[in-house]
């Protein structure tokens, strides 16, 4: 998978050093910040085991929050997995699942994809212990942070 190829102008994919290359979605509450600074609205979707695609659900949440947007500063996507299997698969199925957050936005939200940077991490960074299938459920996740400026509401 050459994913480097397929990024637009303003899209950087960050791999884990050393590497080469079905729980319900929740969404994050929206954070309030002073003039001048940041605001974010966070979603943080679920994903099957051995699953890239985005479900029905996650592609509504995803659109709720970025519909209402004319503007961000950065899309900042980051994704995990839980800790089966070989890392290299690992790293692929994280990669996967970021190429399918990236191609939705690009998709439904065409002015918001220059703002996103992607950064997938195989088994890594883990939101829950991995030693039930509750746990590992909630490490298989892509969160994503929609950063605004406060001035420009």
Known sequence: MDTAASLS???ALVLAP???GPSAPTLGKAKSAPPGELLTRQVVVHFA???ASLSLAARALID???E???TVRRIAVSVRTDSVGPRQSNQW???ARANAVRDH???RHPPLAPAVTLEAQGACCFAASNETP???ALNRRVEIVFERDAESL
């Open 9 to 11: 102008e303003g899209e």
């Open 68 to 70: 209402p947007l004319a």
């Open 134 to 136: 509750q746990g590992r």
């Open 93 to 95: 199925l994280a990669t």
């Open 49 to 51: 085991f051995g699953d």
């Open 105 to 107: 936005l690009r998709s």
């Open 18 to 20: 050393g590497d080469a």
């Open 64 to 66: 709720e929050v970025a």
